[in-house]
C-alpha cells in the first residue's frame, strides 16, 4: 500500500510503502461499529445513581384516608407514582457497563478504519510535525498552510512543544502511536501521520 507523503505545503510530492495488512484491508462496517462502541462503553464511569422508595426523603404518613375521599388509595408519597417518589428499578452506582472486545477483533478493526481512511482520501503522512516553541498560532499556521483544519496528528514520539501548542485548538488532536483509539480515528475529517507513527502502528497492529 503507497501511502501520501505531504510535504510543509500539504502537496503529496511522494508515497511511502506502508502494510497492506494495516492500510489496504477491506473494510468491515459491524466490525468497527462493535469496536468503537466498546470503547466508549468501557469509557463509561458507571457513577449514576437512583433513588428507591425507600431513599427518598418522604413521610411515611398516609396522605388521605383509604375511603371515602374518591380518590385512589395512596400509602406515601414516596410512591414510585407520585412526582418526586423513588425509582422502580433505580440505576445504581456500581453498575458495569463495559464490553468485551477480543485483542484479534480490536486489531483488525483498527485496521479495517486505517484502511478507509486511506481509501478516502482522510489520512497522510509526513517525515515529522514539530514546532520550535509552545506556540498556538505557529500550530495554527502550520496546519493552515497544509490545508488542514480538523485533523488528528500521530507521532511516534510526542513532542512536548507540539503538544502544548494545540491543546487550545478544538478541532486538533495529538496522540502517540500506542494512545492511538478508533473513536478518535473516526472523529476528525483528518489523520496525519508521522514517519516514526506508521512504523509503530505496523509493528502494533500488523
Do not use: C
Not at 462502541?37 to 445513581?49: K, L
Not at 374518591?70 to 458495569?96: C, H, K, Q, V, Y
Not at 483498527?110 to 482520501?121: F, N, Y
Not at 478518535?184 to 505496523?202: G, H, I, P, Q
Amino acid at each position: 500500500m503507497e501511502l501520501k507523503l505531504l510535504n510543509a505545503e500539504g502537496q503529496a510530492d511522494s508515497t511511502l510503502a506502508a502494510s497492506d495488512a494495516l492500510f489496504a484491508r477491506e473494510y468491515n462496517e459491524a466490525l468497527v461499529h462493535q469496536v468503537v462502541v466498546a470503547f466508549q462503553a468501557n469509557a463509561r464511569s458507571g457513577n449514576r445513581a437512583q433513588k428507591d422508595r425507600e431513599q427518598v426523603h418522604h413521610s411515611t404518613r398516609k396522605p388521605w384516608r383509604q375511603k371515602g375521599t374518591g380518590r385512589a388509595r395512596s400509602g406515601m408519597t414516596s410512591s414510585p407514582l407520585w412526582r418526586g417518589g423513588g425509582r422502580i428499578f433505580p440505576n445504581s452506582p456500581d453498575e458495569n457497563f463495559s464490553q468485551k472486545v477480543n485483542r484479534k477483533m480490536f486489531r483488525a478493526g483498527i485496521a479495517a478504519i486505517l484502511s478507509q481512511l486511506a481509501r478516502e482520501d482522510r489520512l497522510a503522512v509526513v517525515d515529522s510535525f514539530s514546532v520550535e516553541a509552545p506556540k498556538t498560532k505557529m500550530v495554527a499556521q502550520k496546519l493552515k498552510a497544509m490545508g488542514l483544519d480538523s485533523v488528528l496528528v500521530i507521532t511516534g514520539q510526542l513532542d512536548e512543544n507540539l503538544y502544548l501548542a494545540t491543546r487550545n485548538l478544538p478541532h486538533v488532536l495529538v496522540l502517540e502511536a500506542h494512545q492511538a483509539d478508533p473513536v478518535s480515528l473516526v472523529r476528525y475529517a483528518k489523520v496525519l501521520l508521522t514517519r516514526d507513527a506508521v512504523a509503530k502502528f505496523e509493528e502494533m497492529w500488523a
